[in-house]
């Protein structure tokens, strides 16, 4: 394992699906975080686990998305009733933190690019 | 909240000039800085970050100032190449997460 990665890298689903994404972390990495990006705008966060816990979620994120750490491992982000403005890149990020706050390197995956028509 | 600001949106240089890139953020609270790459289709990367104990840090060709009494930041990059010609992205810890700019696209001109 050399890398965050992610599945599928992309996604094409029309209007009112249900969609779901996998982030593998890098095994030694305690921390996993999603975020989504659309063109010409930086990461944005979406939620984030330590170790399998759900410690914080964007006042974006809408009652559509979930996401799940069940093992403290890989991760699914998954969207219902998909909209078309869901479409974006979305990324999944992990480090290694020791204390509460977030102070090593997140090392990206290639993320899922997700178009819903 | 906390909010990032990074200017300029798109920035061209002259190949072996330097190239600066500035943000502000609002929390002061705010104590760790990263900067990210993002070449085209790929993966954000970290190049260099600061911690707020610190004022400057310097990789190579790549540093960073921070002045936290006005609550900005910027990356220098000197002697750049084309391969620096990306898009960067700075970023500001508030609270558990990271508070990203909007990015600068960075033009290496030959």
């Known amino acids: 394992d050399t890398g965050v990665s992610q599945d599928p890298r992309h996604k094409i689903t029309k209007r009112g699906q249900n969609v779901t994404f996998r982030c593998d972390p890098i095994?030694?990495?305690?921390?996993l975080y999603w975020y989504r990006q659309t063109l010409g705008q930086g990461p944005e966060f979406l939620t984030y686990f330590q170790n399998e816990a759900q410690l914080e979620k964007s006042r974006l994120l809408s009652n559509r998305f979930s996401a799940e750490r069940p093992k403290g491992s890989f991760s699914t982000l998954e969207i219902q009733r998909t909209e078309q403005g869901d479409s974006a890149m979305y990324l999944c990020?992990?480090?290694?933190?020791?204390?509460?706050?977030?102070?090593?390197?997140?090392?990206f995956g290639p993320g899922t690019r997700l178009t819903v028509l | 909240g906390e909010n990032v600001e990074q200017h300029p949106s798109t920035l061209s240089v002259q190949e072996g000039d330097s190239a600066v890139i500035k943000c502000t953020y609002s929390d002061s609270a705010s104590n760790y800085f990263p900067w990210y790459k993002q070449e085209l289709g790929k993966r954000p990367q970290l190049i260099i970050d600061i911690r707020s104990n610190v004022g400057e840090k310097k990789d190579q060709r790549i540093a960073v100032t921070l002045n936290k009494t006005a609550k900005h930041f910027s990356l220098h990059i000197t002697e750049t190449q084309p391969e620096d010609s990306a898009v960067y992205f700075c970023a500001a810890r508030s609270n558990y997460q990271l508070i990203w700019g909007a990015g600068t696209k960075l033009i290496i001109k030959p």
């Open positions: 095994s030694e990495h305690n921390r």
């Open positions: 990020a992990s480090s290694f933190e020791l204390g509460g706050y977030s102070y090593n390197e997140q090392f």
